[in-house]
């Protein structure tokens, strides 16, 4: 039982580490790639793991937005961006 109780030992690590590196203060998601074709997800998917490298894909997140009968499911992959990283678009050399 000894290794039962390090294996989950390490598992509520790995837990309080990951909560601690994504939490809200440390930085926001922003979203890489958005749709609601299930072919073109596992397309541009399969397209980016292949060809990607700047991609820390242990900083990824995968959301999948069930519509059911109202709506079409949505697919959204996001990235994890730490504070003190600039937002597209904005200009650091303004400040």
Known sequence: MPEQHKRRRQHRDERQRAADRFAPEAGRWEVLFETQDAPEWREHMRRLRASDTRIDWS?????TFCGRLTQPTTYRLSLFVPDGVPEPGTDSSDH
């Open 59 to 63: 900083a990824t997140r995968v959301d």
